[in-house]
C-alpha cells in the first residue's frame, strides 16, 4: 500500500524555557519527519507521533487471565509518562492530542515550531510522522469480480476444502463461542451472510475516523475478508472458515481509503478493550489485517509494540503477508514483524501464487511467510449493491490471511485452554511444504492435521513413569560433583593417573581443571583442551594424535562416541576410533554406576535450552536499587540501551553451524535489555529479584548500580549461577569467592590495602588517625586499612567515626595537642580548608577519590601534604582513554555527566558483544564467564581503569590503584606509584 506523506515544516534551532528544564534523553526525529520539515511555516499543524521510552514489562501479563491488569497497566503508564508533554503541547497550541496507550505513544498535531524541541523531552524516544497506508493494496487485490445471484455455487468451495474446514465442521467444531476482528475498510453488516453473528452493542464497532456509527463498508474489501473468515451459506453453499464465530471491525480506512497510523494504532488498543471497560473482558480471540505499508523488502517497526502486547494479552494476529512476488525478499511490515502471522496465497493447485511476497523477513531473516493458504480466485461476500446479495471472485494475499484466521477460531474453541501460540504452532507444524521454507515458511494450512495433533492423547501414566525412570537411573547429580569436585558419591576422591602412572592428587583429578566448567575447554598454554559436550562427543569429529613438546601436530578424524566408546576413553584414554588420546588425557578409575552418572551429566552439557535465550532474543538485566541518585540511575540506563539498540541495528543475520556442521545463515538475535528496580532492605531483594527472574529469566545481568553493598545481588547471582559482571559498585563482596560474578575491582577496600601498602614504616613516626563516617563505604574502607596495616605488622590506626560532615569544632577536638600525624579521611566530603589552622600538626592527609567523585582542590597551606588513593587512568591520560566513548555518548545526543558510570556501563556491555562473538549455538553461561576470562589484554575495551586484566577464576579485573601526591594551584598531581595489593 501506499504511504501518504503530507508532513512539512521548518526546523527552528531554540529551545523553548519549559523543554530545556526537562531531563535530557536521547529522543530522535524519524528522517522521514526531518525531510517533511522543510519549507513548513513554524504555525503549521504538523500530524506526529511522539513514543515514550518507559514501557510496562509485559512479562508478568503473559495470560488471558491478566488482561484486566494488563490493560491498567498500560492505561496508567501512559498516563505517568506522558501527562506533562501532553499538558506543555496543549497550552503551546497542538490539538486532536489522543493517547495511545496500548505502545505508550502520543498522538497530536503539533506547531511546526516545537517538533526540534520535543527531542529534549524527559522520557520522549522517538518522533516520527502520523503518516498513512493507502487503499488500495495492490491493483492484484482491486480486481474483484462480481457473481450475479444466480451464479452457479460449489457445495463445497475449493478452498475450504484446501484447509481441511469440512472435516472440523462435521466434528461439530464451527467456531462457535469465539470472537474474529477485522481492521479493514470495514463490513457490510446487512449482507445475509454476515448479519447473524455479528456481535453487536457499542464494543463490536470501532471508527476512529468518526464517519460511520454503525458498521459500514464504502469499497467492499472488509466486506470480502470477513465473509472468508465467518461467512455462512446465504448463497447457496458455504464461503466462511468458522460460521460459528461471532465479529467485530474496526473500520481503520476512511471514506477516501487512507488510513492513519495513529488511527491504526487506535484500533489496535481498541481491540485489546472494546467497551473501554477492563473489568469486562470482551476483547477478540484473533485479529485478521488484510493490509500492510506498501515498502516491499523493508522492515517497519511502527506497529511493533501494538503486536507484542496484543500478542501477550494472548491474541493471536493474521497480516497479508504483501503481493509483490514473486522477486525474492519481498517481505511486508507488519506481517514481517516478530509476533506476526504473515500470510502467503496459494492457487487451486496448492502452488504458490506468483503474486505472493517472497522470504526472507526483512525485519529478522526467518523464513516468510509465515503460513500460506488459499488467495486466488476465491469466491466470498462483498458489499450489497441495491439492497440485493452480492459475492465475488477475489486474489490476493488480502484473502489468504482470512483464512487463516478462521483456522484458529476454530482451533480456539475446540481447544479453548491451548493458548494462541500453541495453536500457531499446531498449524505451522502441521502445514504442507509449499517451496522453499525460506521463501514460503511452514507451508500450506492444514486444519484437519494441525486438530489431530493437537488432540493426540497424552501419554498413559505407565509410560511417563516408565520414561522418568530411565531418565533417572543414572545420578546425574553425583555425576555433577565427579565432574566439578572430583568427589565419588561415596565421598571419597576421584583417582585418575597420568599416562606415565603417577596418580593424580585429588585436587587436579576433577574434570573442570582442564574441560572447565562449561565443559568447552580450551588451550591450556599450547596444549589443546577438546570440548566435552554432547554435540561434540556424540557426532564425528577431531582427537589430537601427537604433540611435539607442547604444541598440537597432529589431528584425526575419529567416530561419534556411543557411552562404551566413551567410558572406554575416559578409564583408557582411547578415542572412538581405538587411537591413544594424546597427552594430558589422564586414566579414570569409575565402577560402572559412577561412569554412568558421569556420563549422563556429560550430556546435559550443551544440551536443551539456556534460560533467557530463545531463537530470536537474548535478554539481559541490569540492576538498580533504592537510594542510588537518578542521574547516575538515567547515566547506566542510557548507555546501556543505546548501546543495546546499536548492536541490534547492525547485521540482521549471522553464520551459524548446524547440527549436521553445515554452515547457514540464520537471524541474529535481538538484545533486550531489562531493568530489574529493587526497593527497600537489602535484605529483601533477592525476593524481588527471584520475582523479576520468574517473570523474564535472562542470559546474564551486566552493569548496575546499588546503594550500598553488592553482598545481597551476589548472593543471588551465584545461587541462580546467573553470570552477573562488571556492575558499578564501590562495594563488590570482600572475598573473591563464588563462579558466576566478575567485578570491575574490589572498591573501596582495594584502596585502602594500596594505601597501606604505600605506607612506609618512617612515615609512621607519628600518630595515624583514620576518619570515616558511618556509611557503608566508609565503614569498608576503614576496616580494609586497619587489617592491611595489621597483615604488615604496623601500627595500628586510631579510629574516629562521624556521622555528620566535620567542622572546625571536629578538627580542633581531634587535632589540639597532636604533633606530626598521618590523617586519612574515608569520607565523600572533604573540606581540606578546615585543615587550613591544623597544617603544621599534619604529616600528611590522604583521602580517597572515589568517594569523593574526583580530586580535592587542595589550599596553599597544605602544599605537597595531601595524598588521593586513585584507581583510575591519570588525570592526562582519562581525555585519550575515554576519547571513543565521549565521540559515541555525542553522536547519541546523550550527556556527559557521570562519566565513571557512563564508562563502566559501556565497557560492561562491549565484553559482553566481544565474549559472544562466535560462541555459536552453545549458550552456556558458564562458556560466557570462560569468554570474559579468557579475554586477551588488547581485546578488553578501554575503561577508567588504566590496567585490566582477566584470568580464569579471577573475579577482579583491576588489581591496583595509585597513590597521588596532590599539588596546590590545581598543578598537576604527581604519582608516588602503583600499588597492587
Request: proline letters at 7%; a neutral charge.
Amino acid at each position: 500500500m501506499n504511504r501518504h506523506n503530507t508532513l512539512g515544516i521548518s526546523v527552528l534551532a531554540a529551545l523553548l524555557a519549559w523543554l530545556l528544564a526537562a531531563p535530557v534523553v536521547a529522543a530522535t526525529i524519524a528522517d522521514d519527519l526531518k525531510a517533511e520539515l522543510e519549507g513548513r511555516g513554524p504555525n503549521e499543524l504538523v500530524p506526529v507521533i511522539i513514543g515514550f521510552a518507559n514501557r510496562v514489562d509485559l512479562a508478568q501479563y503473559r495470560s488471558r487471565g491478566q488482561r484486566e491488569r494488563l490493560v491498567r497497566a498500560l492505561r496508567h503508564k501512559a498516563e505517568l509518562t506522558q501527562g506533562y508533554v501532553a499538558r506543555k503541547l496543549a497550552i503551546r497550541g497542538a490539538r486532536n492530542l489522543r493517547q495511545l496507550w496500548l505502545s505508550n505513544s502520543l498522538a497530536a498535531a503539533v506547531p511546526a515550531r516545537l517538533i526540534p524541541q520535543l527531542e529534549a523531552l524527559s522520557g520522549v524516544e522517538s518522533i516520527r510522522p502520523d503518516a498513512a497506508v493507502q487503499f488500495p493494496a495492490t491493483p492484484q487485490e482491486a480486481a474483484a469480480a462480481p457473481l450475479p445471484q444466480s451464479a452457479a455455487v460449489d457445495a463445497a468451495p475449493w478452498n475450504l476444502d484446501a484447509v481441511g474446514a469440512p472435516q472440523l465442521w462435521a466434528l461439530g467444531i464451527d467456531g462457535s463461542g469465539t470472537v474474529v476482528a477485522s481492521l479493514d475498510t470495514g463490513v457490510d453488516y446487512r449482507h445475509p451472510d454476515l448479519e447473524g453473528n455479528w456481535r453487536g452493542g457499542g464494543n463490536s464497532w470501532f471508527d476512529p475516523n468518526g464517519e460511520h456509527a454503525t458498521p459500514y463498508d464504502v469499497t467492499g474489501h472488509g466486506t470480502q475478508a470477513m465473509g472468508l473468515m465467518v461467512g455462512g451459506r446465504a448463497g447457496g453453499s458455504p464461503i466462511g472458515i468458522a460460521p460459528g464465530a461471532r465479529w467485530i471491525a474496526a473500520k481503520i480506512f476512511d471514506d477516501t481509503g487512507s488510513a492513519a497510523y495513529s488511527a491504526i494504532h487506535r484500533a489496535f488498543q481498541w481491540v485489546l478493550d472494546p467497551d473501554g471497560n477492563p473489568a469486562t473482558d470482551d476483547a477478540p480471540d484473533v485479529v485478521n489485517n488484510s493490509w500492510g505499508l506498501a515498502a516491499a523488502g523493508a522492515c517497519s517497526l511502527e506497529f511493533a509494540t501494538d503486536i507484542e502486547v496484543l500478542r501477550a494479552a494472548g491474541i493471536s494476529l493474521t497480516f497479508a503477508g504483501g503481493n509483490y512476488g514473486p522477486s525474492p525478499a519481498s517481505s511486508v511490515s507488519p506481517a514481517n514483524n516478530g509476533g506476526s502471522v504473515g500470510v502467503g496465497a496459494v492457487d487451486r493447485a496448492g502452488r504458490l501464487a506468483g503474486y505472493s511476497s517472497r522470504g526472507p523477513s526483512a525485519c529478522d531473516g526467518s523464513s516468510y511467510p509465515r503460513l500460506t493458504a488459499p488467495g486466488s480466485n476465491v469466491k466470498t461476500a462483498t458489499r450489497l449493491l441495491d439492497g440485493h446479495s452480492r459475492y465475488a471472485v477475489v486474489s490476493g494475499t488480502s484473502f489468504a490471511a482470512p483464512h487463516v484466521a478462521g483456522a484458529l477460531a476454530l482451533l480456539t474453541q475446540a481447544f479453548p485452554d491451548a493458548g494462541g501460540d500453541a495453536l500457531e504452532q499446531a498449524l505451522g507444524d502441521a502445514a504442507r511444504h509449499v517451496g522453499g521454507v525460506a521463501e514460503s515458511g511452514y507451508g500450506a494450512v492444514d486444519l484437519a492435521a494441525a486438530y489431530a495433533a493437537l488432540k493426540a492423547p497424552p501419554p498413559r501414566p505407565a509410560q511417563v513413569a516408565a520414561a522418568i525412570a530411565d531418565m533417572a537411573a543414572p545420578d546425574t547429580a553425583a555425576g555433577e560433583r565427579i565432574y566439578r569436585e572430583g568427589r565419588l558419591p561415596s565421598g571419597k576422591a576421584l583417582r585418575a593417573a597420568s599416562v606415565g602412572g603417577m596418580l593424580l592428587p585429588a585436587s587436579r583429578a576433577a574434570c573442570i581443571n582442564c574441560h572447565r566448567s562449561s565443559g568447552m575447554g580450551g588451550i591450556e598454554g599450547q596444549t589443546l583442551v577438546p570440548p566435552v559436550i554432547r554435540s561434540t562427543l556424540y557426532r564425528p569429529g577431531w582427537e589430537a594424535t601427537h604433540f611435539f613438546g607442547n604444541s598440537v601436530a597432529r589431528m584425526a578424524r575419529r567416530p561419534a562416541y556411543d557411552d562404551r566408546s566413551l567410558a572406554r576413553a575416559i578409564r583408557h584414554s582411547v578415542d572412538a576410533g581405538g587411537r591413544p588420546i594424546a597427552a594430558p588425557m589422564p586414566h579414570y578409575e569409575l565402577d560402572d554406576a559412577d561412569m554412568a552418572s558421569l556420563l549422563a551429566y556429560l550430556k546435559t552439557l550443551g544440551a536443551g535450552t539456556t534460560p533467557g535465550v530463545d531463537a530470536r532474543e537474548i535478554h539481559f538485566a541490569t540492576v538498580l536499587t533504592d537510594g542510588v541518585p537518578a542521574a547516575k540511575r538515567r547515566a547506566m540506563e542510557e548507555v546501556l540501551q543505546a548501546y543495546f539498540d546499536d548492536r541490534n541495528a547492525g547485521s540482521r543475520t549471522v553464520s551459524r553451524q548446524d547440527d549436521s556442521g553445515n554452515w547457514v545463515q540464520r537471524p541474529r538475535r535481538q538484545w533486550r535489555l531489562h531493568v530489574w528496580e529493587l526497593s527497600g532492605a537489602p535484605q529483601d531483594w533477592p525476593r524481588q529479584l527471584a520475582a523479576h527472574y520468574r517473570r523474564q529469566p535472562v542470559f546474564a545481568a551486566l552493569g548496575g548500580l546499588a546503594a550500598g553493598s553488592w553482598q545481597p545481588i551476589h548472593e543471588f547471582c551465584e545461587k541462580t549461577r546467573l553470570p552477573c559482571f562488571f556492575p558499578s559498585t564501590d562495594l563488590p563482596p570482600a572475598a573473591a569467592d563464588g563462579a558466576y560474578s566478575l567485578y570491575l575491582s574490589r572498591g573501596v577496600r582495594l584502596e585502602a590495602e594500596a594505601l597501606a601498602l604505600e605506607l612506609e614504616p618512617a612515615r609512621l613516626a607519628g600518630p595515624v588517625i583514620q576518619v570515616f563516617g558511618g556509611d557503608a563505604k566508609g565503614a569498608a574502607a576503614a576496616a580494609a586499612f586497619r587489617e592491611a596495616l595489621a597483615r604488615r605488622g604496623l601500627p595500628l590506626p586510631q579510629d574516629r567515626r562521624i556521622d555528620a560532615p566535620p567542622d572546625a569544632a571536629f578538627w580542633e577536638g581531634l587535632l589540639r595537642g597532636a604533633e606530626g600525624v598521618s590523617l586519612v579521611v574515608w569520607r565523600d566530603r572533604a573540606d581540606l580548608v578546615q585543615l587550613v589552622p591544623w597544617a603544621d600538626k599534619l604529616r600528611r592527609v590522604a583521602v580517597s577519590s572515589t568517594l569523593l567523585e574526583g580530586l580535592p582542590e587542595v589550599p596553599a597551606a597544605l602544599d605537597g601534604k595531601v595524598a588521593a588513593v586513585h584507581p583510575f587512568v591519570l588525570p592526562e591520560q582519562t581525555e585519550p582513554r575515554l576519547s571513543r566513548l565521549r565521540a559515541w555518548l555525542s553522536e547519541k545526543g546523550m550527556a556527559t555527566d557521570e562519566e565513571r558510570v557512563r564508562a563502566d556501563a559501556y565497557f560492561a556491555a562491549a565484553v559482553a558483544t566481544t565474549a559472544l562473538m562466535g560462541i555459536g549455538e552453545y549458550f552456556s553461561r558458564e562458556h560466557f564467564l570462560e569468554r570474559i576470562e579468557d579475554l586477551p589484554e588488547d581485546a578488553v575495551p578501554a575503561s577508567l581503569h588504566p590496567r585490566i586484566s582477566l584470568g580464569a577464576g579471577q573475579r577482579f579485573a583491576a588489581k591496583g590503584a595509585y597513590v597521588l601526591s596532590l599539588s596546590a594551584g590545581g598543578r598537576r598531581p604527581t604519582a608516588a606509584g602503583w600499588f597492587v595489593p
